[in-house]
């Protein structure tokens, strides 16, 4: 028995738990960009701050790949998602891609002599990207929830509805709860993964002050964000493809699907758990414990706007041309092809674990970054 | 769609590819050249090639990070502004850039970091295996993208489906096994080669003429001119091969190629030539102002037969009977019928009509082969722009030929002789490296302007390809793209010159 006996629903939700894991893993590595954001508040001196950022600089190829690997598995998965998000939302998505350009180059030309732009030109290129691009992430990912206009024609090609191009997401004040919950959370575990891989007090005094600041924010924002989806209508589809508009949808999807529920509540207090004992008893533990938290809750959300009978990017303009994880996807072979291209995560996961343990078990201290051979950022 | 707004689109991709491409070729061959450096510095613990391996590195590493940036900005834009394609064929083209992402990119940047950052914190053996893998991610990457290319310009293993309106793949293999893509696939990788290895000598000859650093850039020269001399003939093997699947898969970008308007047996080559501006399709100008031609060479290429038929960019459009050629017009009208059929099936199939469904299947099916020629207005417009396509090739082959003597000359002085006595050539040595950027961005002009008007080879053009969106918006992207690139640009050359000026025992 292989991937190809199985039915096309099947291997459409297979491919909707990649994504969601995709999408749980992404937020959690964006640690880099809350890193980014802190780099002037949690150093004293340049050294501090070069500590900061080459800690963080060994991860940030990670976050890097997470999302081109995010956008290709939509395109494969999910290639009708791909076409109209991305061509219709035009403006969001490139907003957002300039935000990741900027970094990609920050953390290699920052201290390079003759850089051209100066350092603090790089520097504030990373926090652009982990403010601005954290948030518009935030955003686009909410309108799977508030809806966007676009119509599908006859050939399923897109006709995007609003002139804004996407950006009309923002002129929903709903859109910025989650805009915001994700840069205070990244906030928050970018001091958590601070506090694992240096080894330096002042950095980890300033890092637990940063955490309970952004951590009751985030808190803020997150219940927000999660109350509106629990008492908002949602766009619900019945068994003939029909979408209809359903009242408390995503609170009746957590409560119809109790896995996907448990994993929320599970992520939720690991996350909580991670941050107490890091600012309570100032473990440097808690990135793990708090990644994994991070990695369910999020995937328990996109599940519930994925699974249950529910349209994921929902059109308000035409409530039949919203998508599905059932017309947006791609063939019956091409997910089989690609289920079987997707046993080698695991694999993956392991060598980047064996990978970061070895790299990260030797932790960044003063010594090291002021060595004068270190490869530094 | 409206005016101007698919020449926005393809000015923005154009842009992203060609800047992408000014990164990428240095990553795919430099990543080779660090770890054969860094053998040889493990096998004889030699402190000497430790540094060599770092100093390269570091140039890696500047490169490397913006043709990450550049890449990302193409896989995106394949929605953003080719939405349409991105629907008609995501099923096929998304899975290799799906596939890429696993096994190659996430190997690329896990071990991209042990590499830079684990001397001191991981074994010896470890960090060598770290600094293969990101040169064997790099190239694995190259593969799937250039396999998800090869498919546009020669599309296998798939079927059309009128109920989804879109191409489904029916055979991974024969995308990912396609001639065209595998050919594809080892003639870049190799012209990446052949571009580091320029780099290297070029770099390493600019010490030997400031009488700097003379240990280290003479075994550099010998590792990176071996290197070179080897993926030079490698790469005239397989540009051999890519043009003879040029021949046999898209001979209009072959006639374009090589100016043939006019199809003949034992067809030469033009060598050099100059175009002739007032030459059309339907005059009987001169096509050339100046040739020096070699005979049958083009037949020999193309077709592997001295007295094989080339066919010229007149036979393709107003068809040749002798040789079996139908006219464009003829495709045209099939693939309007097929065009039509569509449009009667989705009717037929919302009216329950099922028969009438039945029939224009029928018909859908007989003339998909032509779908793309539907959209197609006027039968020259399947000729692409001859100009750049004939100079792009011949400036490409002209410095491929010259890179192989320059490599040959460098091994052989530096083993034979003292080479830092033939100024001359070292001097030749750094102005070839911008000639391997001119001619692997030439490369690229050849493939994709020589594929014109094609989205998908027959099937898509790309009028029909890109996203519906107001002119303007693409035009500010464009602009704001141009000008991000550039700057980055200018400071990765800065940065570039100043760690080598820096050089191997100035900086880290």
Same mark, same amino acid.
């Given at each position: ?64 790949? #997470? ?9 494969? @998965? ?5 076409? #109209? ?9 490139? @907003? ?134 629990? #008492? ?41 758990? @991670? ?24 995937? @328990? ?77 | ?22 990164? /990428? ?15 040889? %510095?493990? =096998? ?15 140039? +890696?590493?500047? $490169? ?60 010896? *053996? ?50 990912? +096994? ?15 080669? /052949? ?80 175009? $002739?501006?007032? =030459?059309?399709?339907? $005059? ?54 097929? /065009? ?5 099936? =989705? ?25 793309? %020629? ?5 039968? =020259? ?96 992207? +464009? ?14 050359? *800065? ?14």
């Amino acid at each position: 028995m292989g991937f190809g006996d199985l039915e096309l629903l099947t291997l459409q939700q297979y491919w909707w738990i990649i994504i969601s894991f995709l999408g749980g893993f992404f937020v959690f590595i964006m640690f880099v960009q809350g890193g980014q954001t802190l780099i002037d508040k949690l150093s004293d001196n340049e050294t501090e701050k070069t500590m900061l950022i080459n800690s963080i600089g060994r991860k940030w190829e990670l976050g890097f790949t #997470t999302l081109v690997l995010f956008g290709g598995a939509l395109f494969a @998965a999910f290639p009708l998602f791909y076409a #109209t998000s991305f061509g219709g939302a035009y403006w969001v998505w490139i @907003a957002i891609l300039f935000c990741f350009i900027i970094q990609a180059v920050s953390y290699e030309y920052r201290s390079k002599p003759n850089n051209f732009l100066g350092q603090k030109t790089y520097e504030v290129f990373l926090k652009i990207n982990g403010n601005l691009g954290t948030f518009l992430l935030g955003v686009a990912i909410s309108t799977f929830f508030s809806g966007s206009e676009f119509i599908l024609d006859s050939n399923n090609f897109v006709d995007w509805q609003n002139d804004l191009r996407g950006l009309e997401a923002l002129l929903n004040p709903a859109n910025y709860l989650l805009g915001f919950t994700l840069v205070f959370l990244a906030k928050v575990s970018g001091a958590l993964y601070f506090m694992s891989s240096i080894d330096h007090e002042p950095i980890i005094d300033k890092a637990v002050e940063s955490i309970k600041i952004n951590f009751y924010l985030f808190i803020v924002f997150f219940l927000g964000f999660i109350t509106w989806i629990l #008492t908002k209508d949602g766009f619900s589809v019945d068994p003939n493809g029909v979408v209809f508009i359903e009242s408390f949808k995503y609170l009746n999807n957590f409560l119809e699907t109790p896995i996907v529920l448990a994993l929320f509540i599970i992520g939720v207090l690991m996350v909580v758990g @991670a941050v107490f004992t890091a600012i309570v008893f100032r473990k440097t533990c808690c990135i793990k414990t708090g990644g994994v938290g991070i990695v369910l809750t999020v995937m @328990a959300i996109l599940l519930n706007v994925g699974f249950n009978g529910t349209a994921y990017y929902p059109s308000t303009t035409d409530l039949q041309s919203s998508l599905t994880i059932v017309n947006s996807s791609g063939s019956h072979y091409t997910l089989m092809a690609m289920s079987y291209a997707s046993l080698m995560i695991p694999f993956v996961i392991a060598y980047g674990a064996y990978a970061w343990y070895s790299m990260d078990k030797v932790k960044i201290t003063k010594q090291e970054i002021e060595s004068p051979d270190a490869h530094n950022y | 769609m409206e005016e101007h707004l698919v020449d926005w689109s393809r000015a923005q991709f154009a842009l992203t590819a060609m800047y992408h491409w000014i990164f /990428v070729p240095l990553t795919l061959g430099l990543g080779f050249i660090v770890a054969i450096m860094e053998t040889i %510095y493990v =096998k004889t613990g030699s402190q000497e090639w430790k540094k060599m391996t770092k100093f390269w590195m570091t140039l +890696f590493a500047i $490169n490397f990070a913006i043709g990450v940036a550049t890449g990302i900005i193409m896989e995106f834009e394949f929605g953003t502004n080719w939405a349409n394609y991105s629907w008609f064929v995501g099923d096929i083209f998304g899975a290799p850039l799906a596939v890429e992402g696993i096994l190659a990119f996430f190997m690329e940047s896990i071990f991209f970091a042990v590499m830079f950052f684990g001397w001191d914190k991981v074994s010896q *053996k470890f960090h060598l295996i770290s600094t293969w893998l990101v040169a064997v991610g790099s190239n694995l990457s190259a593969l799937w993208i250039l396999v998800a290319n090869g498919w546009m310009q020669f599309p296998v293993g798939m079927q059309f489906n009128p109920d989804s309106v879109r191409n489904e793949m029916i055979s991974f293999w024969d995308v990912l +096994f396609s001639p065209v893509a595998v050919s594809k696939f080892l003639h870049t990788i190799g012209s990446g080669y /052949v571009m580091a290895s320029l780099f290297v000598v070029g770099v390493s000859a600019w010490y030997l003429l400031k009488g700097r650093e003379e240990m280290f850039a003479k075994k550099s020269m010998i590792v990176a001119s071996t290197f070179g001399l080897i993926t030079s003939l490698f790469l005239v093997l397989s540009g051999d091969e890519s043009a003879h699947q040029v021949a046999l898969k898209q001979p209009m970008k072959l006639a374009a190629m090589e100016g043939l308007y006019e199809g003949r047996t034992e067809a030469g080559i033009v060598g050099v030539g100059i175009l $002739n501006p007032a =030459k059309t399709l339907t $005059n009987d100008e001169d096509p050339f102002l100046f040739e020096l031609e070699a005979p049958y060479a083009l037949s020999l290429l193309g077709y592997h037969d001295i007295h094989a038929f080339v066919p010229g960019m007149k036979d393709l459009v107003y068809g040749n009977k002798e040789q079996g050629i139908i006219t464009t017009q003829e495709k045209m009208d099939k693939g309007k019928l097929a /065009v039509k059929a569509l449009e009667d099936y =989705k009717e037929a199939k919302k009216a329950n009509d099922m028969v009438k469904a039945q029939e224009a299947r029928v018909i859908l099916e007989e003339n998909m082969r032509y779908f793309g %020629y539907g959209y197609i207005k006027d039968p =020259k417009d399947v000729v692409p722009p001859v100009a750049p396509v004939f100079y792009a090739f011949h400036i490409m082959v002209t410095l491929g030929g010259w890179f192989t003597f320059l490599f040959a000359a460098l091994l052989y002085l530096s083993m034979k002789k003292d080479i830092s006595d033939y100024r001359l050539l070292l001097t030749s040595a750094i102005w070839s490296i911008p000639l391997g950027y001119i001619a692997g961005e030439a490369g690229w002009v050849v493939a994709e302007v020589g594929r014109q008007p094609w989205a998908i080879q027959d099937l898509m053009p790309v009028g029909i390809a890109a996203t519906k969106i107001a002119t303007t918006n693409v035009m500010i992207s +464009f602009f704001m793209f141009a000008t991000l690139f550039t700057l980055l640009l200018i400071a990765e050359i *800065k940065i570039m010159t100043k760690q080598i000026k820096i050089g191997p025992n100035g900086g880290h």
